[in-house]
């Protein structure tokens, strides 16, 4: 606890006290690769899906778009696998979700060359490297065909903001923070995600991480970097782990399935465990009564609406 308490005392000497939910929205469930042993398209095989079926609608991208815009919660980045569009599909996809959502956004769909972020640049305003973690001989087998210095080439474009994903359980160990302190330091990283290892059934790990060490790598990220901007990833089955994670300094809260989620038992001890840490929670995550749709564009509004409903049943 004594490295959550001085994490949290920084944590207040940069920061406000608000606490925000961070939405990924996924483009494609297709992967180029497939190969990550920690990832969900290695065990079912996701690079051997149709690439055109695997595509998400405009429609529904939009949606979940809007909801972010509407209920606060900050549209973290785009993500997909490896190659499931290419430049001038992610182009139109760029372009209209920043258009709804109102500002430039965030991408993480693996390694981009200067060419296609200069086409991009328009609507984009940062990019995220998926790298892992920065233990390079444990990147080598748990990643075999994501290259790590390609993520630096990538790192090392002009233009954009920089964000790192980083997930804990891997095997990495405790001695491994002062690799991830360094590539922190030599990208000049504005923003970094943390997830706890996520047991894929008929996968390659059987456990995640306990909530204290996951908190342990949050807590040295937020004591050595004091104004970074970090994000905090929890699913349903970890939920209580909510209030450590933002004693231990993180800004915002991620991954969680808040369109199947929200408003039900596990969202409101969200919110409790939020108010618990002494944090004020800033995204609507139990109600949109008083959310004006209004206004909305009518070729979404059908779709909005089967999202709306199943929210609202919950």
């Not at 991009?120 to 995220?128: M, Q, T």
């Not at 991620?254 to 969202?267: A, L, N, S």
């Not at 108010?275 to 009518?298: P, T």
Request: glycine share 6%.
């Amino acid at each position: 606890m004594e490295i959550i308490e001085k994490a949290s005392k920084v944590y207040w000497d940069n920061f406000n006290g608000e606490a925000w939910f961070g939405r990924c929205i996924f483009l494609s469930w297709y992967c180029g690769l497939g190969s990550c042993k920690f990832c969900y398209r290695a065990i079912n095989k996701g690079h051997n899906i149709d690439r055109e079926k695997a595509r998400r609608s405009l429609n529904s991208i939009l949606v979940e778009t809007l909801l972010c815009k509407k209920l606060n919660w900050k549209l973290e980045f785009l993500t997909s696998g490896y190659d499931a569009l290419d430049t001038d599909e992610l182009l139109e996809i760029c372009k209209e979700v920043s258009r709804v959502y109102g500002k430039k956004i965030w991408l993480n769909i693996g390694v981009l060359s200067e060419e296609e972020l200069n086409k991009l640049k328009r609507y984009v305003e940062g990019i995220v490297a998926s790298i892992e973690t920065c233990n390079r001989e444990l990147h080598k087998k748990i990643c075999p065909d994501k290259k790590f210095e390609e993520y630096e080439q990538m790192l090392k474009i002009k233009g954009f903001k920089k964000g790192a994903t980083i997930v804990i359980g891997l095997g990495e160990k405790k001695e491994d923070f002062l690799e991830l302190k360094d590539f922190i330091k030599k990208y000049k990283l504005d923003k970094i995600t943390f997830y706890a290892l996520k047991p894929i059934k008929n996968g390659f790990y059987s456990e995640g991480p306990d909530r204290d060490y996951y908190a342990w790598w949050i807590a040295n990220t937020r004591i050595n970097f004091p104004k970074l901007e970090i994000i905090a990833g929890v699913t349903v089955k970890r939920v209580e782990d909510v209030d450590i994670l933002l004693k231990a300094g993180a800004n915002g809260v991620t991954k969680f399935p808040i369109t199947k989620c929200f408003g039900d038992e596990k969202t409101k001890l969200f919110e409790e465990l939020v108010k618990k840490s002494g944090r004020r929670m800033i995204s609507k995550l139990n109600d949109f009564n008083d959310v004006d749709f209004s206004d909305v564009d009518k070729n979404i509004k059908e779709k909005l609406e089967i999202y709306l409903n199943k929210m609202g049943k919950s």
